[in-house]
């Protein structure tokens, strides 16, 4: 009877290591027999606690990887890169045999993915994506790009320089005024957005449609370290005396929390609350919504977290049993040592006009949250 468990047992681990060859997947070496890694514990390296979004990644991630039976073990590295570095280490140490990590500056964990990588603990990038390693097995975010293109139409639409269904508006100004904000230089995401965005308004811009008053219009000049909201706050107070009594029609911004240091710096800078620029963002962050709510900030980008968690589990859970992970996407995501095989998600425009439908309704946030 013992033999025969024990026989079987082999068989089983054989099949698993065939399919694990066959996929080229990591999922612990010979370790990715079915149910060896069941109750392993995970490690979840997120950046930081200061954005809500990143508290509900966390948070959807711990509890849908503890659904399965895993441990998990989940850090916030409060945006200090050697923090993060530390905390991936103590995860390594702690036995983990999975790293879910959302990355603070995505060139910086190099040699702690070695280690990791020395260990055959599979590497899932968390919805950015970590650059120059070659030891980055799977990534998982938003259709990056396509927020950029969401941004930028948003605020096109916002100005009326678009009507609603995306056409030429006929009753459009002939110029518009609109100063440019960019993500954290060290985030592979914000030049997706960026890239997005500017592809978007540029036919505009080259028709002298959208005029940028301050002619910041390079990435770098944009960017905002960190996606700090009091460097927003200051780059914009910096345009409004750059741009003098220029009135501005519409500010990108690529984030909610910057968009908030930027309607500080308009409010304190002259605009009525009730005569802001057309302003955007990204993520729905509650504070935000009420804002556009309120009819201060203009949109929004809804990612719903809850997918990206479940992705992002599906994916652990597809390598620590030895078969390769659903993607959708092989070509786009190149961190400089390999294309990362990756799983992209779509993103929705919000504004005051569909909230209800589109937060409320599918439950990611209550009436109340949004009182
Ligand atoms: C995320 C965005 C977020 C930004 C700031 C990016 O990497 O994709 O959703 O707004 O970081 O936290």
Do not use: H
């Not at 990590?101 to 994506?129: C, M, N, W």
Request: charged share 25%; hydrophobic share 35%; net charge negative.
């Amino acid at each position: 009877m013992k033999a025969k468990k024990i026989l079987l047992g082999l068989a089983a681990g054989a099949v698993a290591l065939t399919l694990a060859a066959c996929s080229g997947g990591r999922g612990g070496g010979d370790e990715a027999a079915e149910g060896e890694n069941k109750g392993a514990l995970v490690g979840i390296a997120m950046p930081t606690q200061q954005s809500e979004r990143w508290i509900a990644d966390g948070e959807n991630v711990k509890k849908s990887l503890e659904k399965l039976g895993y441990k998990t073990d989940l850090q916030y590295a409060n945006d200090d890169i050697p923090t993060q570095v530390s905390q991936i280490e103590n995860m390594i140490s702690k036995g983990a045999k999975a790293l879910v990590i959302a990355s603070i500056d995505g060139t910086t964990l190099t040699d702690v993915l070695e280690t990791a990588k020395a260990q055959d603990i599979p590497v899932i990038a968390y919805d950015r994506l970590i650059n120059g390693s070659p030891n980055v097995d799977y990534y998982t975010t938003f259709d990056n790009y396509q927020v950029g293109v969401q941004q930028a139409t948003s605020l096109l639409t916002g100005m009326g320089v678009l009507t609603e269904d995306g056409k030429d508006n006929p009753d459009a100004k002939k110029e518009y005024n609109v100063e440019l904000f960019a993500g954290s230089p060290d985030d592979n995401n914000a030049k997706f957005f960026w890239d997005g965005a500017i592809d978007t308004l540029q036919p505009y811009m080259d028709k002298g449609v959208i005029k940028v008053p301050s002619k910041q219009t390079e990435f770098e000049q944009a960017a905002i370290l960190r996606w700090l909201p009091e460097t927003a706050q200051k780059r914009m107070e910096n345009l409004l005396q750059l741009d003098g009594d220029t009135k501005l029609d519409g500010v990108l911004s690529p984030y909610d929390g910057l968009s908030i240091g930027i309607i500080s710096a308009l409010t304190s800078g002259g605009y009525e609350k009730n005569a802001l620029p057309t302003i955007t963002g990204q993520d729905a962050e509650v504070g935000s919504v009420k804002s556009i709510i309120a009819g201060e900030q203009y949109s929004s980008i809804y990612k719903d977290t809850r997918a990206l968690g479940d992705q992002a589990v599906k994916m652990v859970d597809a390598v620590l049993n030895g078969k390769e992970p659903e993607v959708n996407n092989t070509k786009d995501y190149d961190n400089g040592e390999k294309v990362v095989p990756s799983y992209l998600l779509d993103s929705v425009i919000v504004t005051k006009d569909n909230y209800q439908k589109i937060l409320v309704d599918s439950g990611y946030y209550s009436e109340d949250d949004l009182k």
